[in-house]
């Protein structure tokens, strides 16, 4: 017998297993009047493929979950004989779905009329998970600023609100992962707009509320954040020791794609201290954890930067921070070549390295072209405070280096508003 491969996939990319998903369904279910009667094995028949059409409410609710059709799902009606279904109510559906607008994710819950206090549960969860993807997204295009924080401390605040009308035990260390997931995408916009202590106070929070989830991961998310931000207060051992947390959480462990970023960070951190052997060590354990790792593992969205040209990106930084500007070169356009290209922020993060490595090495034509075409690709948003500062260091370097160069003065003048720009 045929296993239904699409809501397999469905399930690990909602990162449910069978009790979860028959938790989900039961719990629309139960939200719309009727009796969650769903169990771990209706949901195993529905995976070996045994039932191939379940019962309308279950293919509703199903649909409601996942948010695609029933067919979608892998499931298919019946070749002959009349239709088992009801109609669909589109009004239903799309109330239990999400609704993310702008930067925001909004959740929309169909009310009932009834006496009892309506109770939070796995659907809930699930709207509210959607609205951190929306975030990465913004994110990843533009990088951190103001407004992706205040919707992110906007999404974490409706998910603590939530905490006390949750269904279960379980439903609550959802909701503080969720609310945890959210602050630290707070604290990582303020790391990249550069305001170091809101990040802190931010940090902290998600690391309490992590904790109280016994999430690993978001306690792994919170370490690797605060690596970043020792680096940027120069407090170079305090961004070690981070690293270390970060392999030491149990999913860095267990998981060699988390433990490949955690040692990924630390090597950064030592090099940023000095230690040069410890920094290409450490690289060399990211690299071979990173090899280790199911490519097509389900993972949250904040980790999806993650991968070979983003580590080939850490490689530059690396060997530029520990005095080899070639290395770093090299290592800076193999990134580019790799790094997707809706990353904006990070391919103008590689950029501006590549600039660095050049200018090292008084390559100061390319230099000064490849830090101008930063802007090109940062045209439209302002530019991060992360990725100012970064411009910063290249025209320090540039005008201490080559400080006669006509081309340095010149590339100043030219894009210092540009630079300035937030």
Known sequence: ???????????????????????????????????????????????TGKTHWPHPRQREALEAVFGCTAEALGFSPP???????????????????????????AVVVTPIVDSRPTSVGTSDVIRLRSGLDALMALDAARGGHEGLERAALAGADEALEKVGLAASQRIRQRLFSVA????????????????????????????????????????MRVWNSYAMLARQRDQHTEAVD?????????????????????????????????????????????????????????????????????LTAIKAIVWGRIGDAARSEAASHQA????????????ALATTRLALAQVHQREVEQATTAAASVFELMSG??????????????YRDLITLVPDARVAQEWGDRYRSEWSRA
């Open 336 to 347: 580019l070549s790799a790094i997707p290209r809706h990353f904006r922020r990070n391919r």
């Open 1 to 47: 017998m045929q296993g239904n491969a699409s809501l397999n996939s469905a399930m690990r990319e909602a990162g449910f297993k069978q009790g979860e998903s028959a938790e989900a369904v039961n719990e629309y279910l139960r939200l719309h009047g009727y009796d969650g009667t769903v169990s771990d094995r209706t949901v195993r028949n529905w995976l």
């Open 242 to 310: 981070a690293g270390y947390a970060a392999q030491a959480t149990v999913i860095a462990r267990r998981d060699p794609f988390y433990g490949s970023l955690a040692h990924a960070r630390t090597a950064v951190a030592h090099a940023n201290v000095g230690d040069r052997q410890a920094a290409i060590r450490s690289l060399g354990y990211a690299h071979e954890a990173l090899e280790k790792a199911p490519p097509d593992e389900p993972r949250p969205s904040w980790v999806s930067f993650y991968g070979v040209a983003e």
């Open 180 to 219: 945890a997931n959210y602050i630290a995408t707070a604290a990582w916009a303020a790391i990249d707009g550069h305001q170091l202590d809101r990040a802190q106070t931010r940090l902290d929070r998600a690391l309490y509320l992590a904790g109280m989830a016994k999430d690993p991961v978001a306690q």
């Open 381 to 394: 948003n302002p530019i991060p405070g992360r990725l100012r500062s970064l411009l910063g260091d290249f």
């Open 79 to 105: 070749t002959a004989g009349p239709p088992d279904s009801e109609p669909e109510s589109p009004v239903r559906r799309r109330n239990f779905l999400t609704a993310t607008t702008g930067t925001a994710a």
